[in-house]
């Protein structure tokens, strides 16, 4: 007998006892891997999914501005120089960058206004598919234009201009049709009408010319300032802005759902490592003469120390390896279950895979150590009394 032999065969003389240490260990294991996993999916979906209700980049002209006033009375602001600038080029370039995978909306826009049944209202330019992306919240009453001369009127411009779903509007020496009423909002969009963008380039005159291009980024990935960097990187003469108050409000979003399975897997992990010190307590009590045989034979403290802690590695090791392959079988389940599996990329890795076994056992060692120390404190005389 030496300090691996006799672990392995208290293991196997109550067979039961440690079929469910093992059950219970490697089921917290289980969850853990499988809760890791799904919250890493599903962040990564709640993140593209959140890039539907807004942009978190801005990308405008730097312009100056002069403050006009005279005798007291300020004017407001003036533009200095030219606001346009090329949709093609801008948009091409902002997709050029290496992360551009990060990018889930390059939408361009151009804004100008007109007058309708007496009302100055504005007028928004869009590319409808990149504008979609980042404003699937929309709903429309009608639907949306399916062709160039069809436009969007804003719940708010469509109530003061008294419009509605099929009538005709002049926009310069265009005739538009109101394809669709925007339900209310709560934003800008309320206010104006939304046309083609390049109809809307036609109809005034300005060819491949916007005004702005609102950025829709994944940030899960990167930080949003290394996305920023590089769109300047291709557009240096940009006012490239980050929209700090979403980017933060989406990562907190994201990172609650990580952070709440983390303390869900801690807790279980705990609690199932809390049962293999009770347990090996148990154990401990139960086999107080054979302990003190063990002693009266010449084994040492340490070794008596040793060898409950070798039976602890061992159940941590087999828990952790069941655990682990039993988790990533069942993150798919999961995922399909929240319907989130079609977005799943969970690759087995070996690296992780030896990591956890050997974390879990040294949980299950570090779990054991107090009943092992008690049981090397017994003394063989104390043992053998009860015999």
């Known amino acids: 007998m030496n300090i691996l032999t006799i672990p392995l065969r208290n293991m196997r003389r109550k067979p039961w006892r440690t079929v469910l240490l093992l059950f219970v260990f490697a089921l917290g294991v289980m969850s853990v891997v499988s809760l890791d996993n799904v919250s890493n999916v599903v962040g990564e979906s709640l993140e593209k999914k959140l890039t539907a209700y807004g942009a978190n980049i801005l990308v405008a002209p730097n312009v100056e501005t002069l403050e006009v006033s005279y005798g007291g009375f300020t004017l407001g602001d003036m533009n200095m120089g030219e606001r346009f600038f090329s949709?093609?080029?801008t948009v091409d370039a902002v997709r050029s960058i290496e992360?551009?995978?990060?990018?889930?909306a390059v939408a361009p826009k151009l804004v100008t206004s007109a007058v309708i049944h007496g009302y100055r209202v504005g007028v928004i330019g869009v590319d409808w598919e990149e504008e979609l992306k980042i404003k699937s919240y929309w709903a429309v009453d009608g639907h949306y234009p399916k062709g160039e001369q069809e436009l969007l009127a804003g719940a708010i411009a469509a109530s003061r201009l008294g419009l509605s779903a099929g009538d005709t509007v002049s926009l310069g020496q265009e005739t538009y049709k109101v394809a669709g009423i925007l339900q209310s909002t709560g934003g800008d969009d309320d206010?104006?009408?939304i046309a083609d963008l390049g109809a809307l380039q036609h109809t005034i005159g300005a060819t491949d010319r916007i005004h702005f291009v609102?950025?829709?980024a994944l940030c899960a990935g990167c930080p949003i300032e290394d996305i920023v960097t590089q769109i300047q990187g291709r557009l240096p003469e940009m006012r490239i802005t980050a929209l700090q108050s979403v980017v933060k409000q989406r990562m907190y979003s994201v990172s609650f759902v990580k952070e709440l399975a983390m303390i869900v897997s801690l807790v279980i992990l705990l609690t199932a490592s809390a049962m293999v010190g009770m347990t090996m307590l148990s154990a401990v009590n139960e086999r107080k003469k054979e302990i003190g045989i063990l002693r009266s034979l010449g084994y040492f403290r340490r070794q008596v120390f040793a060898i409950f802690c070798v039976e602890a590695f061992l159940i941590g090791v087999l828990a952790g390896a069941v655990g682990y392959v039993a988790g990533y079988g069942a993150s798919f389940r999961i995922l399909e279950v929240l319907n989130v599996a079609q977005d799943a990329e969970i690759v087995f890795n070996w690296v992780r895979y030896a990591l956890v076994c050997g974390a879990i056992a040294c949980l299950a060692v570090t779990a054991a150590l107090i009943p092992a120390?008690?049981?090397s404190k017994i003394e063989p005389s104390e043992a053998l009394l009860s015999l």
């Open 87 to 89: 949709g093609k080029e």
């Open 99 to 104: 992360l551009t995978d990060r990018l889930a």
């Open 191 to 193: 206010k104006v009408l």
């Open 214 to 216: 609102e950025v829709s």
């Open 373 to 375: 120390w008690k049981a």
